[in-house]
Every structure is written in structure tokens, then in C-alpha cells.
């Protein structure tokens, strides 16, 4: 059966195709000619079925939605506490590329935003490391995270690499702080390497899953992050993805996202999807247009806003019966701690007699710890 996912997928384009709202980055030159009127849309679930539309397959630089992913690097490689000590995780409300720390620690305020990312970047290998080995680390994780292997645009970033004027002051504040140890121009040098690493809609989805997954890349179905860095970064994520417009974006759309400069965009659905997209032209707060539009509109068609109380759910116990000396309790769902709580209610209320008691599973879909613990204690 061919499901009828691409040609929805197809039909969202379709809507935002004519929209020629906002403007490419133009900084560079490479980014000022890149195709405007590029649209893509992809979707990859925690089972690694991957979906797309239009140019799913044409490369562009993954600029900062390398963030979320160094960062979860970061924090797997030294742990929460270590990572902690050089970035905070608040929201800045500023542009991406403020010179900015916060007053009381001189901490960049935030992993998302260019000061912290490069602070990030700077404890990829270790401090003594070489740009080379540090962004060929780099590369190599995303490159798994994708599923194939990466290149760098290199003439984009020598082009970045010129008018870099901006991350350079970053950089040098940074270092002043005592935050970085590396030289201003090599910390901004592996950072910018980082940015131009070229992935597809496709790449950004699976990548985007894998965070959905708590850390198992779902095509290839290597363990790539734990859970807990998984959770720390689509945190991070949810409130500071998307720049200055990260209130409005989850208000309206209700996913952790991260965009990029190239037109690139991802959301994660924590334990159900990635999605990416890509169009390059970009609004006031640097977030893609026709992007944004499309993932307002999935949102609202597929029932994704994270904050929606509007779930259909199932009562846990689907029935209870008497099979001679047995009782049989059948449960269904997913059993979670409020699924559990409703069991019990239940089960307490129910007459339960025989010697013997049954708990058929087979329709349950999933427990979490909480769920399991309590449905066995309540037993
Ligand atoms: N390379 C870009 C910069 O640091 C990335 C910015 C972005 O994607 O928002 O200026």
C-alpha cells in the first residue's frame, strides 16, 4: 500500500510556493546567489520512515542548526556540569549574534545564540585539540546523525571566514572571560567550519529523529546521544531555537525547533517525528519565511503543538473479566503515570475475586517507569 503521506507533503508546498515574502541572507556571496525559490519539506518518524517533497535532496549549509547538535555532542562528551560552566540556558532575546553575556557570570546565555555556540564548539576534543581534529569530530557525528557522510562547502566558508567580523568580537569577548582558551580566529575558524556543512531536507529530518528517539539514529539504528542530553537539548531548543521569535514560535507552532541562515528548519516531536524544511528567504528574525508557514500549518493539521491538551486517549483498562478462577484485567494504551492513576481508580472500584489475577498487555503500546512502577505496586 502507498501511504498518502508524500503527496500531503506535496500539497503543504504547494500552498506556500508562491509566497516570495522576506530575503536571503546576503553577507555572503554564496548564500546572496543561492536559488531562492529552493522548497523543501521532510519527514522522518522514530520507526525511520523517511517522507519528502520538492528539492529533499539538494544540499545547502546546515549554518546554525548545527547548534543543538554540538551542543548535545558537548554535553555527551563532558556531562551536564562541565558544559554548564561555560553556557547558561536561558533565553536571550536578542539577535543570534549579539555581543552579549550575562551580567552576573559572563556566561554566554545560551547555547542557540553565536556567543555560546562557539563556546560550545571550544569543548568538542578537548581544549588542546586542533581545529582539524575538532571539526573532523564534528563532521563525523553529524555525518552518523544523517546517515551518510558529510562534506564541508569550503568556499562558502572562506567567503564566511572574511566577513567574519562579528564572531571575531564574539570570540575575542569570550576569551577576555576566561570562557575560551583558543585563539580568537581559530575558535571562529572551527566554529564557521561547522556552520558549512552541507545536508539535505532529508539529512535534517533523520537528524532531527534521532533527537525525537532520545538518541538512536531510527535508519541506521546506531545509539548516537543518550535520552538525557537528548531531553537537555530539545530544552534548549523549545526556548531559544528560534532566535528573538522563540515566544511567538511556540505559542503559535508548539515544537522545538532550530533554524539556519541557508533557509534550513528543523522541528522535533519529542517520541513521535523529525521534520525539516527548507526555503531560503528569511523574515526580520532570520527564521525562513515559507518555513515558518509550513510548519504553523502541519502543527495545526496534525495535531503537533506540544501544549495541546486535546490528545484523544484511551482508558487504560480496556476490560476486566471473570474466567473461572481468574479474573483478567486488559489494558490498552500508552501507561503513563495519569494512565496508571486511572487503573488503580478503577481497579479500586471493581469487586476483583478468584485466586488468581491476569494482566493481559498485549494492547498496551507503551509504559513509561512511572506507568509500570505503579500498575505493579498497585498490584
Ligand atoms: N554562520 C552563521 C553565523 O554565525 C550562522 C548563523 C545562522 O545560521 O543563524 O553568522
Not at 522541528?267 to 528567504?281: C, D, Y
Not at 493481559?360 to 503500546?365: E, L
Request: glycine content about 10%; hydrophobic content about 40%.
Amino acid at each position: 500500500m502507498q501511504p498518502p503521506i508524500p503527496d500531503y507533503l506535496a500539497d503543504i508546498l504547494d500552498h506556500v510556493r508562491d509566497d516570495d515574502g522576506g530575503q536571503s541572507a546576503d553577507y555572503i556571496p554564496e548564500l546572496r546567489d543561492a536559488d531562492p525559490d529552493r522548497l523543501a519539506l521532510a519527514l522522518c518518524t522514530t520507526s525511520g520512515h523517511v517522507y519528502s517533497a520538492g528539492d529533499g535532496d539538494v544540499e545547502f549549509t546546515i549554518q546554525s542548526i548545527s547548534k543543538p547538535f554540538i551542543y548535545a555532542l558537548a554535553l555527551q562528551e563532558l556531562g551536564a556540569d562541565a558544559v554548564d560552566e561555560v553556557v547558561g540556558l536561558e533565553p536571550s532575546g536578542e539577535a543570534f549574534n549579539e555581543l552579549s553575556l550575562d551580567d552576573n557570570d559572563n556566561r554566554p546565555v545560551n547555547p542557540m545564540i553565536n556567543a555560546g555556540a562557539i563556546a560550545v564548539n571550544q569543548l568538542i576534543n578537548g581544549e588542546d585539540s586542533s581545529v582539524d581534529d575538532r571539526v573532523e569530530k564534528i563532521r563525523d557525528l553529524l555525518s552518523r546523525l544523517a546517515g551518510r557522510d558529510l562534506s564541508i562547502d569550503e568556499e562558502l566558508c572562506n567567503s564566511e571566514i572574511l566577513s567574519a567580523d562579528r564572531n571575531l568580537s564574539i570570540a575575542h569577548m569570550l576569551r577576555s572571560h576566561g570562557i575560551i582558551h583558543d585563539e580568537a580566529h581559530d575558535a571562529v575558524l572551527s566554529y564557521t567550519r561547522q556552520c558549512s556543512i552541507l545536508v539535505t531536507t532529508r539529512d535534517l529530518a533523520v537528524m532531527s529523529a534521532t533527537l525525537a528517539t532520545g538518541g538512536v539514529q531510527p535508519v541506521t539504528e546506531e545509539r548516537l546521544l543518550t535520552s538525557e542530553v537528548c531531553r537537555r537539548t530539545l530544552a534548549v531548543m523549545s526556548s531559544s531555537g528560534m532566535y528573538d521569535g522563540a515566544g511567538r514560535w511556540m505559542a503559535g507552532v508548539g515544537i522545538p525547533a532550530k533554524s539556519g541562515v541557508a533557509g534550513g528548519l528543523i522541528g522535533t516531536l519529542p517520541g513521535q517525528l523529525g521534520i525539516a524544511t527548507f526555503s531560503p528567504r528569511l523574515d526580520s528574525s532570520g527564521n525562513s519565511v515559507r518555513g515558518v508557514k509550513i510548519f504553523e500549518r502541519l502543527s495545526r493539521e496534525m495535531g503537533l503543538h506540544l501544549m495541546a491538551a486535546d490528545h484523544h486517549s484511551v482508558p487504560g483498562v480496556r476490560s476486566i473479566t471473570r474466567d473461572g478462577d481468574s479474573t483478567v484485567i486488559r489494558l490498552q494504551g500508552t501507561i503513563n503515570f495519569t494512565a496508571a492513576e486511572n487503573i488503580l481508580h478503577e481497579l479500586g472500584s471493581h469487586k476483583l475475586g478468584g485466586s488468581e489475577l491476569l494482566l493481559d498487555v498485549s494492547r498496551v503500546t507503551s509504559f513509561n517507569r512511572m506507568g509500570r512502577r505503579m500498575v505493579k505496586e498497585g498490584l
